[in-house]
């Protein structure tokens, strides 16, 4: 079965802990992105990436990082510097350049730091 | 720039009951549109979309039509379920050349027997 897999389900660090998220497509999709999800409020973008080597911030990257070295993975690390990283964080994936095109989301990773 | 908003929940209904929930945007150019379900503990599942002015998009009962007059894309089912429990993402894509998307609050849906 094609999909997006995310683990753990769910994670918990003690602060000052930095920690990397896995996300994982078979779908062949070319671009690929992490939001974060808090209580009552919209999904919000941390970073994209629409081909493998390249990605870009999105509008809450400041204690994030990723990287992209094959087309099917794209880990998120949550830093130190993030100042409050307990959240659900949501890994997606689309086919690529087109405004039509799905985003397909994984089953979700929640975070829990104390 | 651009932005949605929807309609704040909970939205509590009884078993077949019709179900509307508001959602407006604000954008420049031609955005397309999404309606996102996600149930308890998972991601989040294109429920529908429509790509330009007056498409309407439907799925699994559920239909929402692009008003550009009004800048909205409401939701509307006219039988609600108990499966039908979830909470619902409204969504536009900012134009052409990107995949981004950019979403609403959410409004959580509560369907009682």
């Known amino acids: 079965d094609g999909g997006i897999t995310q683990s753990p389900k769910y994670l918990f660090r003690k602060e000052g802990q930095n920690v990397t998220l896995s996300c994982e497509q078979n779908?062949?999709?070319?671009?690929m992105y992490w939001y974060r999800q808090d209580p009552g409020q919209g999904l919000r973008l941390i970073y994209y990436?629409?081909?493998?080597?390249?990605?870009q911030k999105g509008d809450i990257a400041e204690g994030y990082s990723v990287s992209r070295e094959k087309k099917e993975s794209f880990p998120l690390t949550v830093t130190s510097a993030q100042k409050n990283p307990t959240a659900f964080y949501l890994c997606?994936?689309?086919?690529?350049?087109?405004?039509?095109?799905?985003?397909?989301f994984g089953p979700g990773t929640r975070l829990t730091v104390t | 720039g651009n932005s949605v908003t929807q309609m704040e929940g909970p939205v509590t209904l009884s078993e077949e009951a019709f179900l509307t929930i508001n959602c407006t945007y604000t954008?420049?150019?031609?955005?397309?549109l999404f309606w996102y379900v996600q149930y308890p503990g998972e991601g989040l599942q294109l429920l529908l979309k429509?790509?330009?002015?007056?498409d309407k998009g439907s799925n699994k009962g559920f239909e929402a039509t692009y008003r550009k007059e009004t800048t909205s894309f409401h939701l509307e089912k006219g039988s609600v379920q108990v499966s039908d429990s979830a909470v619902y993402f409204c969504?536009?894509?900012?134009?052409?050349?990107?995949?981004?998307?950019?979403f609403g609050t959410g409004t959580r849906l509560q369907v009682f027997p």
């Open positions: 997606a994936s689309s086919k690529g350049l087109a405004v039509s095109y799905e985003q397909y």
């Open positions: 779908l062949n999709h070319d671009a």
């Open positions: 990436s629409q081909i493998v080597n390249d990605f």
């Open positions: 954008a420049t150019g031609y955005p397309s």
């Open positions: 429509a790509t330009k002015a007056d």
């Open positions: 969504a536009l894509s900012e134009g052409y050349n990107t995949d981004k998307l950019i």
